[in-house]
C-alpha cells in the first residue's frame, strides 16, 4: 500500500486549472475531426470503422467533459445546479461512454431502474461525474468477466432519516448502489481511497491506469450535494458503493420560457409541454418589446419565425439588438427543412438554434435543457 504525494506541497488542482485550457485545445481538434470522418463528408466509411470512429468520439467526449468538471473543482466553484433528473438516461448515457472498457474485458455492466420514477432534484453534472467515477473503477477492477450492477431507489422522508441517521431529516432521498465482482479494496485502504491522488496498490495502477483523483471527486460532489457514501467491501469480494443523497427541490428555480408568436394552437401547445416540466411560462404576440423580457425574468426564448414574416416584419426584429437580448439564447421555430434558409434565420436576428415544425416534446425539451446549460 502506498500513498502517493498526499504531503506534497504544490496543489494539484491549481496546476490543473492551468493546463486545462491546453488539454482541451487539442481534444476539440480531436472530436472535430472524429465527427467530419463521422458525417462521411469524404467517403463513405466500413461498419467496423464506424464503430471505431465511435469509440473515439465516445471517449474523447468523456474525457472532455471529465477535464471540464475538473476544471469546475479546481476553481473551487460551490454552487450547484439543481434541476429534475432524468435518471435512467444519465446511467444510460454513462454505461454507454464505458462500453468499450467494459468490452475490452468482457464486463458486463447490469442496470436496474425502479417500477416507478419519480420527480428528484439535484445536480445533474454532479451526479454523472460521481456514476462516471465510480462505474470506470466497478469496470475497471472487475478484471475479466467481471460483473458490475447499477441500481437506485426513491428514499421516502423516514427511510431517507432512518438511513442518514439523521433526527432533522424532512426531505425524501435518493440512493444509488453500484456493485462489482472485482478486486474489493483492503479495510486499511478504504479510509484513504476518498483522498486525492491515492491508489490502493501501486502494482494495481500500473494494470488498471488512472490518477487517483476519481474518487477524491466523488467525496467533493456527494458532500456538495449534502449526501454521504457509504463503502462495503473486503479483498477479493468485490465492492459495494452507495450513495444517499437528499432531495434538492426546495433549491430549485424554475426557468423562466417566453414564447413569441401569434399561432396560438402552437403557443398552447407549447404551453402543455413547458407546465408539464416545470417551468414558467408566459407568452406574447407581435408586440413583443424587451421589458417583457426583465419582467419575466427570462431565461429562454422560444421565438416562431413563422416562415420569415416574423423575422423580418416583427417588433422582435426592431429590438434584436438591444442589451437586454444580448444574454438570453433564443430558440427558433421553423417549418422549413432547407439548411440555407435556417443559416438565414440564424445570422439575421440573433438565434442561437432552431427547431424545426413539427417537433416531439422530447426534441422541444432537450433543446431547451442545451440552451439553459
Ligand atoms: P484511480 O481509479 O484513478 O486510481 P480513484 O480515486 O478513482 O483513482 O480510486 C482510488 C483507488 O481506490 C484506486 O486506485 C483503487 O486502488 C481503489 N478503488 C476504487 N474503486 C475500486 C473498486 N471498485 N475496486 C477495487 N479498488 C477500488
Redesign the pocket.
Known amino acids: 500500500m502506498e500513498e502517493k504525494s498526499s504531503n506534497s506541497q504544490i496543489d494539484p488542482l491549481r496546476i490543473l486549472a492551468n493546463v486545462t485550457h491546453e488539454l482541451k485545445t487539442p481534444l476539440h481538434s480531436i472530436l472535430t475531426v472524429a465527427s467530419l470522418l463521422k458525417s462521411e463528408s469524404d467517403g463513405p466509411l466500413s461498419p467496423e470503422q464506424q464503430k471505431q470512429v465511435d469509440i473515439i468520439l465516445r471517449n474523447g467526449e468523456r474525457l472532455l467533459s471529465l477535464i471540464t468538471d475538473l476544471l469546475a473543482f479546481s476553481t473551487e466553484k460551490d454552487q450547484i445546479s439543481v434541476s429534475p433528473l432524468a435518471l435512467p438516461n444519465i446511467i444510460k448515457g454513462v454505461t454507454l461512454r464505458l462500453s468499450p472498457l467494459a468490452e475490452k474485458g468482457e464486463v458486463k455492466i447490469n442496470t436496474f431502474f425502479p417500477d416507478k420514477e419519480e420527480v428528484f432534484y439535484s445536480d445533474e453534472k454532479l451526479i454523472t461525474l460521481i456514476l462516471d ?2 462505474l ?3 469496470v ?3 478484471g475479466i468477466r467481471g460483473d458490475v450492477e447499477v441500481y437506485y431507489r426513491y428514499l421516502d422522508p423516514i427511510s431517507y432519516q432512518s438511513i442518514r441517521k439523521t433526527e432533522e431529516a424532512t426531505t425524501s432521498g435518493l440512493e444509488i448502489v ?1 456493485s ?1 465482482s ?4 483492503d479495510p486499511l ?1 478504504k479510509e484513504n ?2 483522498k ?6 501501486s502494482g ?2 500500473r494494470k ?11 467525496n467533493n460532489a456527494v458532500s456538495k450535494l449534502g449526501g454521504e457514501i457509504q463503502l462495503q ?1 473486503e479483498l477479493g469480494s ?2 459495494i ?1 452507495k450513495i444517499i443523497i437528499p432531495n434538492l427541490e426546495s433549491s430549485y428555480v424554475k426557468p423562466s420560457i417566453l414564447v413569441v408568436g401569434d399561432d396560438q394552437l402552437l403557443v398552447d401547445a407549447i404551453r402543455l409541454i413547458l407546465l408539464d416540466e416545470l417551468f414558467t411560462f408566459s407568452s406574447v404576440g407581435q408586440d413583443f418589446s424587451p421589458s417583457i423580457i426583465a419582467e419575466n425574468k427570462t431565461d429562454v426564448i422560444i421565438l416562431d419565425l413563422n416562415d420569415g414574416l416574423l423575422v423580418e416584419n416583427s417588433s422582435f426584429k426592431r429590438v434584436e439588438n438591444s442589451e437586454l437580448l444580448k444574454n438570453i439564447p433564443v430558440l427558433g421555430l421553423s417549418s422549413s427543412f432547407d439548411p440555407a434558409e435556417r443559416a438565414k434565420y440564424l445570422s439575421a436576428c440573433q438565434i442561437t438554434d432552431i427547431l424545426v415544425k413539427p417537433f416531439q416534446k422530447e426534441e422541444l425539451l432537450l433543446k431547451i435543457k442545451l440552451l439553459l446549460a
Open positions: 467515477n465510480i470506470t473503477n466497478a475497471k477492477f472487475s453500484i462489482d472485482g478486486i474489493g479494496i485502504a481511497i476518498f486525492e491522488f491515492y491508489q490502493a496498490d494495481n495502477t488498471f491506469g488512472g490518477v487517483g483523483l476519481g474518487l477524491s471527486l466523488v467491501s468485490g465492492s458503493f
